[in-house]
């Protein structure tokens, strides 16, 4: 069974620092997807990560994997309350449907 | 918007009854996928149609099925509904490209009474 594990799960971040949020998966896969959901709303693609060593960036978040440990990095930068929502890391499986981690809530505040 | 239209928004129905759930994918798309969102489990993949073929199936309830119509549109029916059956229930599109980027419409909330 794929098993993915996001931590943190809750993140409360001041703005204008930076973190990261990690994303392990239990077997091999060759599409790893960031989403991003806003309370109540649906999911908008962010990033999907096809192949060892890639790096995505978009604005202040940048997504890169390493298939060798099975794990993608979100990494925050200069954090804004805009970014305030949760975030989901998702592996494909055969077929392409996707598994999902937890999430990880995460709230910038002033 | 994502281009993909799931109807209705929100359902309240009681324990017992069927419910059926309608999706429209995004122009183009062939893949639908259903997921449903829950508190204590997540995001869970229930079943994936691929031009009217059932292509892959997770953890969906011998109580669920779905279809996907001549036209691309897909329907999740829910029978005999539980307490534990309120959830959100999504739809998701794809196009099959080697990305297989999966766009996601608003969702159905479905409230068991």
């Known amino acids: 069974e794929l098993k993915v594990e996001q931590n943190p799960l809750f993140l409360s971040m001041q703005e204008g620092k930076n973190y990261t949020i990690y994303c392990n998966y239990s077997t091999t896969s060759d599409r790893l997807y960031w989403y991003r959901q806003d309370p109540g709303k649906s999911l908008e693609s962010l990033f999907v990560l096809l192949s060892n060593g890639a790096v995505k960036q978009e604005g202040r978040l940048m997504a890169s994997l390493d298939t060798k440990a099975r794990l993608s990095t979100l990494h925050i930068t200069a954090a804004v309350h805009d970014l305030s929502a949760t975030y989901f890391c998702?592996?494909?499986?055969?077929?392409?449907?996707?598994?999902f981690g937890k999430g990880t809530s995460l709230l910038v505040t002033p | 918007d994502s281009g993909v239209t799931q109807t209705p928004k929100h359902l309240i129905t009681a324990t017992g009854q069927r419910v059926t759930l309608r999706c429209s994918p995004r122009?183009?798309?062939?893949?639908v996928y259903w997921y449903q969102q829950s508190l204590d489990q997540g995001l869970q993949f229930l079943i994936q149609?691929?031009?009217?073929?059932?292509?892959a199936k997770g953890n969906i309830l011998e109580r669920f099925s779905a279809q996907q119509f001549p036209d691309l549109h897909s329907e999740l029916n829910l029978s005999s509904l539980e307490l534990g059956d309120s959830a959100l229930y999504f739809c998701a599109s794809s196009a099959g490209t080697q990305k297989n980027i999966q766009y996601f419409g608003a969702g159905t909330r479905l409230s068991v009474l």
């Open positions: 122009s183009g798309d062939l893949s």
């Open positions: 149609y691929y031009n009217g073929e059932e292509r």
């Open positions: 998702a592996v494909a499986l055969s077929g392409y449907a996707l598994n």
